[in-house]
């Protein structure tokens, strides 16, 4: 099974950029489609990006377009989350996941890494 280890979250500013960083376990990593989610204090986890195995499809939720951009690089077994334009409201603990399908991933299927703290200040 794949193991997933994000990085890169913190204290930011409103207004600010962040970059996060998940990296993956294991040989067959652009197979995969790669994604986040966060969850926010009383809230549900919700999606937040995802992109195909090869790289060149994303989707994005309509909360984050415009502002967040999801990549990866295939040749590190690495996913990226560009956040720009930070808002109080983007606080969460964001997780990083795997799976076969970008469908299957959107829907919550798969395996995910252990989450990461994302913090807007006012």
């Known amino acids: 099974q794949v193991q997933l280890v994000e990085s890169g979250g913190g204290l930011v500013q409103a207004g600010g950029s962040l970059r996060l960083s998940c990296a993956a376990s294991?040989?067959?990593?652009?197979?995969?489609?790669m994604g986040w989610f966060r969850q926010a204090p009383g809230k549900e986890r919700e999606f937040v990006a995802a992109v195909s195995g090869s790289g060149r499809t994303t989707h994005n939720a309509d909360s984050v377009k415009g502002r967040f951009t999801i990549s990866r690089d295939n040749a590190k077994n690495t996913v990226y989350l560009q956040m720009n334009t930070l808002k109080p409201e983007d606080t969460a603990v964001y997780y990083c996941s795997s799976s076969p399908s970008v469908p299957e991933l959107i829907r919550g299927f798969g395996s995910w890494g252990r989450g990461i703290q994302v913090t807007v200040s006012a």
């Open positions: 294991g040989r067959t990593f652009s197979s995969y489609a």
